[in-house]
């Protein structure tokens, strides 16, 4: 599976960007997906997943209200809405697909997930 995340850019504080992550895959429904970030100097923080039928989705706190993460699988792309972004919003924003197959579910862990995207830039300006 290959990742490609797109979206990222300099915004001001208060304002709002909108990732997508389309994946070359014929079997898009077979994987969760995942939204993480990078910040320099720390460790990748997780941030959204949801199931392959998007009826399961988690939140990491830092971002619950401000963010949401959906899914078309009939375009094979995961999507994550920032609304109200911060200057802590800053990093490197990461798409990944983690195999579910017919387990389904979602999980929150890095290490769960089998395919990564190159990331893509977000910088909130105060």
């Known amino acids: 599976v290959q990742l490609q995340a797109s979206g990222g850019g300099l915004v001001q504080a208060g304002g709002s960007l909108r990732l997508s992550c389309a994946a070359s895959t014929r079997t898009f429904t077979d994987y969760a997906m995942g939204w993480f970030r990078q910040a320099p100097g720390k460790q990748r923080e997780f941030l959204a997943a949801i199931s392959w039928s998007g009826g399961s989705i988690w939140y990491a706190d830092s971002v619950k209200g401000r963010f949401t993460i959906s899914r078309d699988n009939a375009k094979n792309t995961v999507y994550l809405q920032m609304n109200m972004l911060k200057p802590e919003d800053t990093a490197v924003y990461y798409c990944?697909?983690?195999?579910?197959?017919?387990?389904?579910?979602?999980?929150?862990?890095?290490?769960?997930?089998?395919?990564w995207g190159p990331g893509t830039e977000v910088t909130v300006s105060s």
């Open positions: 990944a697909a983690d195999f579910v197959g017919a387990a389904g579910g979602i999980r929150t862990n890095y290490g769960n997930y089998n395919y």
